[in-house]
C-alpha cells in the first residue's frame, strides 16, 4: 500500500457570480481554489494556514464532494474521487469524514444526540447491524469523553466544547482513514479548544487517522500538524514541516502571518518585529496578475506582475512560491 | 459564496439569556433512546393547552361525524311562526328568520365548515409546502420557475378568483353538496398555496445552509433523506403556524363564497352559511349571528392552541 | 461580602486625588430567564484612569461583555436586573442619574465599540452619515462641518481616500475598513473612555495587528482610557497595561501585564495560560482546564472554579474566598494566592 493517501493536483474551484432574475448571466469567477497540489501521507496531519477567502474552507469541500471541481484532479488511495459515483462514492464517504467549525449549527437541533451520531450507520446500514447501533453510539459517545447516558439528550442542552465533540463522535462512526478539519476549534473558549485539540490528537493515534486541519490559528496548527500548507488567494504559497514553516519561512506571504500573531508574553512586546502588512487581502474574483501578493508585499517588483511564481524550492529545503523567496526567522 | 471561515466569532459572549444557561443538567432517566416525535408526544401529554384544545376539536369533530348524537331536531324543518325567538327550553340557541332550530343547524352546520376548513388547509400545505421545499432545496431554475408560477396566482385577487373558478367549474344549478364542497375546497386552495411555498421556501433555504445539512451531505445521505430528516423538522413551524392560521381564514373564506351565492347553500347547513344569513337581522335578532360565530371563533381558537402546542413539543429548546 | 473589591482596591491606589475617571464598584447583575434567574455578575469591581488600558479577560459567558453594557447602560433588561454596585464615572454613580444624563455620558464620555461591525453599522446609511448624524445631534454641528469633521475622522483611522469614502455604505467596506469605520464613528464626539468589546476576533492575523496598532495610537495621543473586553492572551500580553481575568462572574485576579504572565495568582488564569499552543513550540499534549465553566444558574459553592481547580481543598468548596493583595498592585480571589505568587 502506498504511503501517499491523498494526492491533489492542480485543483481547481470556481464559482460563477451571477446576475438577473430569472435568467442569470455570469459576470465573473470566484477564484477560491486555483490550482493546489499537495499529497496527505497515511497517518500525518497536514495542516491549511490562511486568512478569510485564501479557498481553504472550499478546498474542505471539494476534498469532500460536496462541490464539484472545475478541474484538476485528486486520487483517494489511487482512484480518482473526483469522478466515483454510487457505491464506489458511498464508499468514499466511509473513508474520509469532516469535522466543521461551528458546533452550534453542524448539529441538527431536532436530533437527539443518539440520533445524530447514529446516523452515519443509518445510511451506511452495512457498517452496523440495526440490533447494535445504539451501543456503538454508546461506545463512539465514550471514546470522545462524553456520557453515553445523554443519548436522549439535544445539542442546544450542551456547551460548545461538548458540541464539537459530538461532531467529532459522527465524523468517527463509520472509521473513516481521513478526517478534514474545517476549523474545529475556532469557536471554541481557550481552555475547551485545548481539550478537543487534545482528543483530536488522542483519536488520530488510536485510530490511524490522516487530518487535513484547516485553521486561520497559526499556533494551533502548529500543534497539530506535521506538515503546513500557506494558503493566500486560491493557491498555496509555501509548503514545508511545521519546523521548516514556523523556524525557517521563505514567503513574505508566510513571514507576515507569523510575525503578526500576538505572542501571549507581555516581556516580547517591545522586542518583536512585526511585518505591517499594508491592506486587505484583494478579492478573488479579479486577483492580481503574476504573483498575487504583489499588492500587499514589501519585496514586489516588475516581475511580481508579470510571471506567476511555481511553488518549487529555491532556498533551503521546501517549496516556496516567491521569486525572491529567502528565509527568515520572526517567531520569537 | 467565497470561502465562509468567518473566523471565531462563535467564540464571543452573547447577550441572549440561554447563553448563560447552556450546560446540560437535565433529569432523565438513561435507557431506549428516543426520537424527536415520541420526546414530542411526551411533552404534548403533559401540556393543559394541548390537552383542551385537544378535547374541543375531539367534541367538534364529533359533531361533524355524528350530529344526531347531539341533537334530535331537524335542521331544515323551519316554522315562521317561531321566526327569530331566542333562546328557550325547547330551543336552546332559539330559532332564526325562518324558523329554523338554531341549536341543530349550529351542529349540523359544523359538518360542511370543519370539511372545508380542514381539507382546504390539508391541501394548500401540502401543495404549498412541497413545493416550497424543493424550490428552496434544489434553487436554481426550478425555484426561479416555481416561484414565478406562485407570483402568478398569488396575483389573483381571492374573491375575484373564487368567483372565476366556481362560477365556470359548476355544472349546472342543481350541482349536488358534495360536488360544492370539493369545488370550495379546490378553489381555496389552488388560490392560497403560494403563500405556504413561499414560507416553507425560504425557511428551507435557511435550513439547507446550515451545516448539519453539510454534514449529513458528506456522510452520504441521499436526497430524500436530508429533507425528510433535516429540512422538514426545522422549517414545519412557522408552516404549521399559517396552517392554524389559514383554518379559521378558510372556514371564513366558506363563508364569503356562500354569502356571495357561489359557495354552499340551502339545503347544505355550515356556520359561513348561518353567519351569511344572519346579515339582514342582526340588529333585531343578534343571537342568529352569535351561536355559529361562537362555534366557529371556538374551533378556530382550539386549532391555533393545537397547532402552537405542536410547534412548541417539535422545538426541543423550548421544553 | 466581607471585603468589598473596591475597598481593597482604594488602599491599593492610595494619594491618587479626586475620583478616579471610571470605577465599577461591586456590580451584580442576573438574568431572569425561563429556567431560572442566571447570576451573570456577582460583585465585579475594577478602576480605569485616563491613558490606561485594562484588559478584562474571560471566556463566554464569564460576564465580561456585560459588565460592559452595564456601564453603558445597554444592557437588555428584562431580562437583566442590575440588583446591586455603583459604575462611578468621575465620581458620579451613572446607575442613578437620569436617562436624559446618561444619554450625554454615552458617546461624549464612554464609548464602545463592538466585534461584529457590519451588524453595528445601519447598512441603509452611509458611513459618513452615520458619523456625522452624531456631530449634528449632539454638536450641533451643520451638514457641511459635520460632513468634513467625518472625512478628518476617517482620515484619522487611516482610511485611504477618505473623502470617497463618507459616501460609501457598510457593504463596501471589507472587515477591516468597517472596524476602522467604527472606531471612527466612536471617536467622533471625544469620549474619554472607549470600552472595545473583542474588537479584533472577527478579523485576520494581519488586519488584527493593523486594528490593535491603531486603537494603542489613538488612545496614547487621546490619553483615553480603553477597555479592552477579549478572550485572546496574545492581543492582551500585547496592549495591556493591566488585566482582570473573570470567571463565573467574578474577578478572580487583577495584576499588571507583566507581573500576570509571568507568574499568575489564579490558578485559572494558569491554566489558561497552560491551555494555550504556542507559535514557538510545537507540544505533544496540552494541559488543560479539567470540566467546564458552570451554569451561572447553579454556581459552585465556596471558590466557583474549586470543581476545575488542581489545588482544591476542602476550604475552597466551603467559602467563597476574598479578594487577596498577594504583592503589591495585585489582587486575587484564591484561597492560596500568597503560595502561588511568592510560593514553590
Redesign the interface.
Known amino acids: 500500500m502506498s504511503d501517499t493517501i491523498i494526492e491533489v493536483r492542480d485543483l481547481v474551484k470556481h464559482f460563477p457570480v451571477r446576475v438577473g432574475v430569472l435568467f442569470k448571466r455570469v459576470v465573473g469567477h470566484v477564484r477560491a481554489v486555483d490550482g493546489v497540489s499537495f499529497d496527505l501521507k497515511r497517518g500525518e496531519t497536514l495542516g491549511v494556514v490562511g486568512e478569510s477567502g485564501c479557498g481553504k474552507s472550499t478546498l474542505a469541500q471539494v476534498l469532500m464532494r460536496l462541490e464539484p471541481a472545475t478541474s484538476g484532479s485528486a486520487t483517494f488511495e489511487g482512484r480518482n474521487m473526483l469522478t466515483m459515483k454510487g457505491s464506489e462514492l458511498r464508499k468514499l464517504r466511509r473513508d474520509i469524514q469532516i469535522v466543521l467549525q461551528d458546533p452550534y449549527t453542524s448539529l441538527n437541533p431536532r436530533m437527539t444526540v443518539g440520533d445524530i451520531v447514529g446516523e452515519p450507520f443509518e445510511i451506511h446500514p452495512e457498517v452496523a447491524p440495526k440490533g447494535s447501533r445504539a451501543q456503538k453510539v454508546r461506545e463512539l459517545l465514550d471514546v470522545v469523553g462524553l456520557n453515553p447516558e445523554h443519548i436522549n439528550r439535544y445539542p442546544h442542552q450542551f456547551s460548545g466544547g461538548q458540541r464539537q465533540r459530538i461532531g467529532i463522535a459522527r465524523a468517527l462512526a463509520l472509521r473513516p482513514k481521513v478526517i478534514v478539519c474545517d476549523e474545529p476549534v475556532s469557536a471554541l473558549d481557550v481552555s475547551i479548544q485545548a481539550q478537543v485539540m487534545n482528543l483530536l490528537g488522542d483519536l488520530q493515534t488510536e485510530f490511524g487517522l490522516s487530518y487535513v486541519f484547516i485553521a486561520h490559528d497559526l499556533s494551533v496548527v502548529r500543534h497539530l500538524s506535521d506538515r503546513v500548507a500557506v494558503m493566500y488567494l486560491g493557491k498555496i504559497v509555501e509548503v514545508g514541516t511545521e519546523e521548516e514553516i514556523y523556524e525557517h519561512p521563505t514567503h513574505p506571504y508566510t513571514q507576515a502571518l507569523l510575525s503578526a500573531v500576538p505572542v501571549p508574553d507581555p516581556e516580547l512586546r517591545d522586542q518583536r518585529q512585526v511585518i505591517r502588512l499594508e491592506g486587505d487581502v484583494p478579492s478573488p474574483v479579479d486577483p492580481p496578475s503574476g504573483c498575487r501578493f504583489r499588492t500587499r508585499c514589501w519585496k514586489a517588483r516588475d516581475i511580481c506582475a508579470t510571471e506567476v511564481p511555481e511553488l518549487v524550492t529555491r532556498v533551503g529545503n521546501h517549496p516556496s512560491a516567491c521569486h525572491f523567496a529567502e528565509e527568515k526567522s520572526v517567531v520569537p | 459564496m467565497t470561502d465562509p471561515s468567518t473566523a471565531a466569532t462563535g467564540a464571543a459572549v452573547t447577550t441572549a439569556a440561554g447563553e448563560f444557561v447552556t450546560a446540560a443538567e437535565h433529569v432523565e432517566a438513561p435507557g431506549k433512546p428516543r426520537s424527536l416525535a415520541s420526546d414530542a408526544w411526551h411533552d404534548l401529554r403533559r401540556r393543559p393547552l394541548f390537552i383542551i384544545s385537544a378535547l374541543l376539536i375531539a367534541l367538534v369533530l364529533l359533531m361533524a361525524i355524528w350530529p344526531s348524537l347531539f341533537t334530535s331536531v331537524d335542521p331544515n324543518y323551519g316554522d315562521l311562526a317561531r321566526s327569530r325567538q331566542g333562546p328557550s327550553a325547547q330551543a336552546w340557541f332559539g330559532y332564526d328568520n325562518q324558523g329554523y332550530d338554531l341549536y341543530a343547524r349550529t351542529i349540523y352546520g359544523s359538518r360542511a365548515s370543519i370539511i372545508v376548513g380542514i381539507s382546504a388547509t390539508l391541501l394548500t400545505v401540502l401543495i404549498g409546502a412541497t413545493l416550497g421545499l424543493l424550490a428552496g432545496y434544489y434553487g436554481g431554475w426550478l425555484d426561479g420557475l416555481m416561484s414565478r408560477v406562485a407570483d402568478v396566482f398569488f396575483g389573483l385577487p381571492f374573491v375575484l378568483g373564487a368567483i372565476v373558478i366556481l362560477s365556470s367549474f359548476r355544472s349546472s344549478g342543481d350541482a349536488s353538496a358534495t360536488e360544492i364542497i370539493v369545488l370550495v375546497v379546490l378553489s381555496i386552495s389552488v388560490l392560497s398555496w403560494p403563500v405556504c411555498m413561499r414560507i416553507m421556501r425560504s425557511a428551507a433555504i435557511a435550513a439547507k445552509q446550515q451545516d448539519y445539512v453539510k454534514a449529513a451531505r458528506a456522510l452520504g445521505a441521499s436526497t430524500p433523506r436530508i429533507m425528510v430528516r433535516h429540512l422538514l423538522p426545522n422549517t414545519i413551524a412557522p408552516v404549521l403556524v399559517y396552517a392554524t392560521i389559514a383554518l379559521g381564514a378558510f372556514i371564513g373564506a366558506e363563508a364569503t363564497l356562500s354569502f356571495l351565492g357561489i359557495g354552499l347553500r340551502a339545503p347544505v347547513v355550515s356556520w359561513g352559511v348561518m353567519i351569511s344569513d344572519s346579515r339582514d337581522v342582526i340588529r333585531v335578532a343578534p343571537h342568529i349571528l352569535l351561536f355559529p360565530a361562537a362555534f366557529l371563533t371556538a374551533t378556530v381558537l382550539a386549532f391555533v392552541m393545537l397547532g402552537d402546542a405542536v410547534r412548541e413539543a417539535l422545538d426541543p429548546k423550548a421544553r | 461580602m466581607a471585603t468589598t473589591q473596591s475597598e481593597v482596591d482604594s488602599v491599593a491606589v492610595d494619594g491618587v486625588p479626586g475620583a478616579p475617571l471610571l470605577e465599577v464598584d461591586d456590580l451584580f447583575v442576573e438574568?431572569r430567564?425561563r429556567?431560572?434567574v442566571?447570576k451573570?455578575l456577582n460583585g465585579v469591581s475594577y478602576r480605569l484612569d485616563a491613558g490606561e488600558t485594562l484588559a478584562v479577560l474571560g471566556?463566554?459567558?464569564?460576564g465580561?461583555?456585560?459588565t460592559a453594557?452595564t456601564i453603558m447602560g445597554i444592557?437588555?433588561m428584562p431580562?437583566?436586573v442590575i440588583t446591586g454596585g455603583a459604575v462611578r464615572y468621575h465620581g458620579v454613580d451613572l446607575l442613578k442619574v437620569s436617562a436624559r444624563r446618561r444619554r450625554e455620558v454615552r458617546g461624549s464620555g464612554i464609548a464602545m465599540i463592538f466585534?461584529?461591525a457590519l451588524s453595528a453599522l445601519n447598512p441603509v446609511f452611509t458611513v459618513g452619515f452615520q458619523i456625522e448624524e452624531q456631530l449634528r445631534l449632539r454638536r450641533g454641528m451643520s451638514r457641511r462641518d459635520a460632513r468634513k469633521r467625518a472625512v478628518e475622522l476617517l482620515d484619522l483611522v487611516r482610511i485611504?481616500n477618505p473623502a470617497g469614502r463618507v459616501r460609501q455604505y457598510p457593504h463596501e467596506f471589507?472587515?477591516?475598513?468597517r472596524q476602522r469605520a467604527m472606531i471612527a464613528m466612536s471617536l467622533a464626539l471625544d469620549p474619554e473612555v472607549l470600552i472595545a468589546?473583542?474588537p479584533t476576533?472577527?478579523?485576520?492575523?494581519?488586519?488584527?495587528?493593523?486594528i490593535?496598532?491603531l486603537l494603542k495610537d489613538i488612545q496614547v495621543e487621546r490619553n483615553m482610557g480603553l477597555i479592552l473586553i477579549t478572550?485572546?492572551?496574545?492581543?492582551?500580553?500585547?496592549v495591556?497595561d493591566r488585566i482582570a481575568v473573570m470567571y463565573a462572574g467574578r474577578i478572580v485576579e487583577q495584576s499588571d501585564?507583566?507581573s500576570l504572565?509571568?507568574r499568575p495568582g489564579h490558578p485559572y488564569t494558569r491554566?489558561?495560560?497552560d491551555?494555550?499552543?504556542?507559535?514557538?513550540l510545537?507540544?505533544?499534549?496540552?494541559?488543560?482546564?479539567k470540566g467546564?465553566?458552570?451554569?451561572?444558574?447553579?454556581i459552585p459553592s465556596g471558590c466557583p472554579f474549586h470543581p476545575r481547580c488542581p489545588r482544591a481543598q476542602d476550604i475552597c468548596e466551603a467559602e467563597v474566598p476574598p479578594q487577596h493583595r498577594p504583592a503589591p498592585g495585585r489582587l486575587s480571589a484564591c484561597h492560596f494566592a500568597e503560595e502561588l505568587i511568592n510560593g514553590e
Not at chain 3, 471589507?174 to 475598513?177: A, F, I, P, Q
Not at chain 3, 478572550?231 to 500585547?238: I, K, M, Q, S
Open positions: 438574568f430567564t429556567d431560572g442566571a451573570v471566556e463566554s459567558g464569564s465580561k461583555s456585560v453594557q444592557l437588555d431580562p437583566g466585534q461584529d485611504p471589507s472587515g477591516g475598513m468589546d473583542e476576533t472577527a478579523l485576520d492575523v494581519t488586519v488584527q495587528a493593523q490593535m496598532d478572550h485572546d492572551l496574545g492581543v492582551v500580553a500585547e495591556a501585564a507583566r504572565y509571568r491554566g489558561l495560560l491551555s494555550l499552543p504556542r507559535l514557538d510545537k507540544g505533544t499534549e496540552l494541559t488543560t482546564i467546564l465553566p458552570p451554569s451561572l444558574l447553579r
